[in-house]
């Protein structure tokens, strides 16, 4: 048995989920920001951002270190690279929830308007598919990973109803513009969440599976790689 | 050039205890494939039953049928000419100690009765040349002995005596566990180019050296062969649980 790297593994699991909690938290905190007008909130993200970004450089280190130190192979070896993709994805969630606070800090400038989108819908939608993402991680569950894929789309599809919306209000009202314009924007940042979401479930697939689901292939175009790793 | 190799239903047994079950496997000539697995699974009796050195252990016999191109070594041909087509090669570098460096080439040659000096010449030169270790002794081919020279020296030298008898197969049972990493990456930088002339089987303990020189690769646990493929998909996707668990550490 290696021990010694199997207990790697585990504390790279561990600092990864921390890193998950810590971007899930600041996307939650952006959008609470932006629902209630929150500063405080928003300065939290801003300040979280120096955490998210030292536990990604140290969780790639330590990735580093196994692949370098240990050589692993088959499940061992697609966990880690699966771990250094999701680590980066994290890092660019913690991104976007800045993006998202400093929107917030803009608007709380400006006079409310009363805009035709549903901010709140869209924000629980993605968080909901950050953390499913961060679930098929901690259970190692495939299926669970293909069901954030399948959440992308209606994410999507909010967006495009928002830009249509946001761009009607604006050439109806113009006093409105900058309102709609940073709502637009944060809608846009939302969206750039689920994409990360989406390939932090991929990545997910890829570890369990070995299958590479990326791009939507159409199934006769996928890997014939059925891993025996798959329905531990 | 290389030929393929077809093993049918072969299984093999030391006095009453069975060490192989009904193994199934092609190989295709001119690559190499790795045999992997824990001590004990098997695999070494496998290679030793390709060339018929199983049945040198008393008590030992095989049964099933494995086929080298078109050569049948079980049924109708002579141990002695099947080796002669099947070069091995062992754990730790195994050269004459009292001949010289081109009488350990020469040898299997000068056993079958070839003594055309200069033929001998030119396979013995080209022999070193294949094994990568020419330039290294050209200036004492006569006047150091075999055991004179470096481990990893030693076993090129092995592997020249091997090739010198021009077979289609080569066998390489842990070529490189007694080996330096320099030597090791020698060894494995020959196989490469060896794989050009000659179907290689090579076992090893060495997951990384599997992965690093064989395009196929069989993991053997009990006597069983248990999953045999690409060696890519050994290393990354593996099929069977048991050989994940082998290859990432989880057991043995």
């Known amino acids: ?232 | 050039m290389g030929v393929g190799i077809q093993v049918e239903k072969l299984n093999a047994y030391f006095g009453k205890t069975q060490a192989l079950h009904d193994i199934n496997i092609t190989m295709a000539a001119n690559q190499c494939t790795a045999v992997i697995g824990p001590s004990g699974c098997g695999k070494s009796t496998f290679v030793r039953c390709l060339n018929r050195m199983h049945e040198t252990v008393p008590d030992a016999r095989a049964t099933g049928r494995v086929r080298i191109g078109e050569l049948d070594v079980y049924n109708g041909t002579s141990a002695v000419a099947i080796r002669r087509r099947i070069g091995m090669v062992f754990q730790k570098p195994n050269p004459f100690p009292t001949m010289s460096i081109y009488d350990n080439v020469a040898a299997g040659l000068k056993l079958n009765g070839f003594h055309e000096r200069k033929k001998l010449d030119e396979i013995v030169e080209r022999s070193l040349q294949l094994s990568a270790l020419w330039n290294e002794v050209k200036d004492h081919l006569k006047k150091k002995s075999g055991a004179s020279l470096s481990g990893g020296q030693q076993q090129r030298l092995c592997i020249a005596r091997a090739l010198a008898v021009q077979p289609e197969v080569l066998l390489m049972d842990e070529p490189c566990s007694a080996l330096d990493p320099i030597s090791t990456g020698k060894i494995e930088e020959l196989i490469f180019q060896l794989k050009e002339r000659f179907t290689i089987v090579i076992v090893t303990h060495n997951m990384q050296q599997a992965s690093r020189v064989a395009e196929f690769t069989g993991f053997f646990l009990l006597g069983e062969l248990i999953e045999f493929d690409k060696t890519t998909k050994i290393f990354t996707t593996p099929s069977d649980k048991r050989t994940e668990d082998y290859i990432t550490g989880r057991f043995g």
Request: hydrophobic share 45%; net charge negative.
């Open chain 1, 1 to 232: 048995m290696r021990s010694r790297f199997h207990q790697g593994l585990d504390d790279l699991r561990a600092r990864l989920l921390r890193m998950g909690g810590l971007a899930e938290q600041a996307v939650d905190r952006a959008c609470q920001g932006y629902i209630e007008r929150d500063l405080a909130r928003c300065h939290m993200v801003l300040e979280g951002e120096t955490q998210i970004n030292i536990a990604e450089r140290e969780i790639d280190e330590q990735a580093f270190d196994l692949l370098a130190m240990q050589q692993p192979m088959a499940v061992d070896l697609r966990f880690i690279l699966a771990v250094t993709k999701i680590n980066s994805d994290l890092e660019r969630v913690g991104d976007q929830a800045v993006n998202i606070a400093e929107r917030v800090m803009d608007m709380v400038e400006l006079p409310i308007a009363d805009l035709p989108v549903d901010i709140a819908r869209m924000a629980a939608a993605v968080s909901a598919m950050v953390r499913r993402a961060l679930e098929s991680f901690i259970e190692g569950k495939a299926e669970l990973a293909q069901a954030v894929l399948e959440m992308d789309n209606v994410v999507d599809r909010m967006k495009d109803e928002a830009f249509i919306s946001l761009v009607k209000a604006m050439n109806e009202r113009p006093d409105i513009t900058r309102q709609a314009l940073d709502t637009l924007l944060v809608a846009r940042n939302l969206e750039r969440v689920a994409d990360h979401a989406t390939n932090i479930a991929e990545d997910v697939i890829f570890w369990v599976r070995g299958a590479d689901v990326r791009h939507n292939p159409p199934p006769e175009e996928q890997p014939i790689r059925q891993s025996a790793t798959e329905g531990r």
